[in-house]
């Protein structure tokens, strides 16, 4: 079955009690049973909901994977699976991380007693560098954010193979429609359902996917008995949000496309972040591993001073300043203040984020708009 018919088709069912197209929200915390055990597959909802299962059935499917796991939100998803780590146990991950990870990381389970080296992940002898005979965990996430460099998932897989250890690629920015890591010798595919999965900016939520039947248990005893787990009504607006995912990043990178070549031309731009261009310096590898280029756009104005950026910021009409992204709106951003702030300014400046760069998340409006905009904000 072809990608668009999946995000429609794949893992729901009418409801056999009514015939319902759409998935029914269950919401319900407990099921009744006819005699002590004797029950139809759900007995509480933090272990089972039939509204999370069509869900999770329906993401499995898009990453061509086996199983898949939601979450109350993408850091619940990264939390368990870190939990299969134990005290004294390695991870190597890429120096441009998300926010929120760096943070879990380093804040939370560094003081667990398990070691990170983060290192710059485009260049594949960095992490050959970092593994020991103690790494368990390599932890990838490409294009990265916000500098949207790209990692090669195939040769990460064949480090981590080598090493002994498991692949997680965190895929927010990609979606299954760009890139599906499982087929890339990933062992975990994590997404933060929040962004262009759910699509719509009105949810937050979490997703792990997986192969490997006995990762899958280890993660869902997990998933279970700490408890991380979304309602009912936040997996019905993710299904709702996947059923149309291959338009909207259709769309999401044509106006991606666009929106970079503009910016690429302005005299006041200095440069412009896209794995879409030829002169990207990792453009070969997203041609290899990704069907199209996205819509993540970050760029830095000329003489790089953080005021002109942020007087840039507050004079966007269409690119809304928030926290977040890949939803059907345009979002703008200042990364060093914003999603990154958590990173300290040291470890920013040595990943190259600088003080001026300002992050888009183009969405699916006219284009003609959005360039509109963007001339009378940079003027
Ligand atoms: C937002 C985000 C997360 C965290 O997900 P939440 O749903 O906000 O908890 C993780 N990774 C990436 C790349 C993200 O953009």
Redesign the pocket.
């Known amino acids: 079955m072809k990608f668009g018919t999946k995000a429609i088709h794949a893992g729901v069912h009418p409801d056999p009690t009514t015939g319902a197209i759409m998935t029914p929200i269950y919401q319900t915390s407990t099921y009744v049973q006819r005699s002590p055990g004797d029950h139809k597959g759900f007995e509480y909802s933090r272990t089972h909901n039939p509204t999370r299962t069509q869900l999770q059935d329906a993401l499995a499917a898009l990453d061509n994977g086996k199983h898949g796991l939601a979450f109350a939100?993408?850091?619940?998803a990264?939390d368990c699976i870190v939990k299969l780590l134990q005290p004294g146990d390695e991870v190597i991950s890429t120096n441009d991380l998300?926010g929120?990870?760096y943070r879990l990381f380093t804040k939370v389970y560094a003081t667990y007693g398990i070691k990170f080296h983060f290192v710059p992940m485009h260049d594949m002898t960095a992490v050959e560098a970092a593994v020991t005979d103690k790494t368990k965990l390599i932890w990838v996430?490409t294009p990265t954010?916000p500098l949207l460099n790209v990692i090669d998932i195939a040769a990460a897989s064949a480090v981590a193979k080598k090493a002994g250890a498991l692949l997680v690629v965190?895929n927010?920015?990609s979606t299954p429609y760009l890139q599906t890591p499982l087929e890339l010798g990933a062992d975990m595919v994590m997404y933060?359902?929040?962004?262009y999965m759910a699509g719509h900016s009105d949810t937050?939520?979490?997703a792990v996917v997986v192969n490997d039947d006995e990762l899958h248990e280890r993660l869902s005893f997990f998933q279970n008995a700490c408890g991380g787990t979304p309602g009912p009504q936040d997996c019905f607006l993710v299904l709702r949000g996947l059923k149309t995912l291959h338009i909207r990043m259709q769309r999401h990178c044509e106006n991606g496309r666009k929106v970079a070549e503009y910016l690429k031309a302005h005299p006041k731009v200095e440069k412009v972040f896209w794995p879409g261009f030829a002169d990207h310096p990792n453009h070969d590898v997203a041609a290899k591993q990704m069907n199209d280029f996205g819509g993540m756009i970050s760029f830095v104005l000329q003489g790089d001073r953080k005021e002109d950026a942020i007087a840039v910021l507050e004079k966007f009409q269409l690119f809304s300043l928030a926290e977040?992204?890949g939803g059907v709106e345009s979002l703008s951003g200042h990364p060093a203040t914003m999603t990154h702030a958590s990173i300290p300014a040291e470890a920013r400046k040595a990943a190259g984020l600088s003080d001026s760069l300002i992050r888009l998340s183009v969405g699916i409006e006219d284009a003609e708009d959005l360039i509109e905009d963007l001339k009378q904000a940079i003027g």
Do not use: C, H, P, R
Not at 73 to 76: E, H, L, P, T
Not at 192 to 195: A, D, F, G, N, Y
């Open positions: 939100s993408g850091m619940a990264i998300y929120g990870s996430e954010n965190d927010t920015f933060s359902l929040t962004k937050v939520m979490g977040s992204l």
